[in-house]
């Protein structure tokens, strides 16, 4: 079963700053099962990164995803006050079929 | 635009069954996708239960799979969720989101979301 690790648990950034959020998984993950998500407090996730780095519909260009393997990473190029939420990764497993998300990453202000 | 709206009780006894469903609106649930829940504790971070194809196949997370029941019916356009047997364990905000999954899809994947509820297990 394959485990998601995200680093930094809090990544404290001022606005303007360019943050870098990281997903490591325990085995190979196929790029087109890995995804990126944006939750801010009390509300639903957002997807924002699929197939770990194409951009969702209505996503900012700020965001854009990059990895392969085991090594996933989400970039904020330069952060908008909008940006300060929890980001959470997703893979897609074979061996048992199932999904799994990272613990998240939670960006907050400096 | 595809909407999804949660419904059900906001608070459950230990040891018996939580329902809830999930109503999709603006769009088909016959359409070619899969359709979940994911749940999230206070305070923690997101679990997948499972996810239903407007067939009826399912797919669920194998450390729930023993309590968990996905259904759909497609003349009122929504699925639902029943997960026995609840302890505090269980206490969440409920999400049910369109899952691309399968044959259907190539990159898997949960969008849109509906905006959760929170179901509370206590006597």
């Known amino acids: 079963e394959i485990v998601l690790t995200q680093s930094p648990g809090t990544l404290s950034l001022s606005p303007g700053e360019r943050a870098t959020l990281s997903c490591r998984a325990s085995q190979s993950v196929s790029s087109i099962y890995l995804a990126w998500y944006q939750q801010k407090p009390g509300q639903a996730p957002r997807l924002l990164i699929y197939g770990a780095s194409s951009r969702a519909t209505g996503i900012p260009d700020r965001f854009s995803g990059s990895g392969s393997g085991t090594d996933f990473t989400l970039t904020i190029s330069r952060l908008e006050p909008e940006d300060f939420a929890v980001y959470y990764c997703?893979?897609?497993?074979?061996?048992?079929?199932?999904?799994?998300f990272g613990p998240g990453t939670k960006v907050d202000i400096k | 635009q595809v909407q999804l709206q949660e419904s059900g009780p906001g608070l459950v006894k230990p040891s018996e069954t939580l329902s809830l469903t999930c109503a999709v609106s603006d769009y088909s649930i016959s359409s070619p996708y899969y359709w979940g829940w994911i749940r999230q504790p206070p305070g923690k971070g997101l679990e997948w239960i499972g996810s239903?194809?407007?067939?009826?196949?399912?797919f669920y997370n194998p450390s729930l799979k023993s309590r968990v029941t996905i259904s759909v019916d497609t003349s009122k356009n929504q699925f639902s969720l029943r997960l026995n047997s609840v302890t505090a364990a269980d206490t969440a905000v409920y999400y049910c989101a369109r899952t691309f999954y399968g044959s259907g899809s190539y990159y898997f994947r949960f969008d849109p979301w509906g905006q959760g509820t929170l179901v509370t297990v206590s006597s």
């Open positions: 239903i194809y407007h067939s009826g196949s399912t």
């Open positions: 997703q893979q897609y497993g074979n061996s048992p079929p199932k999904f799994t």
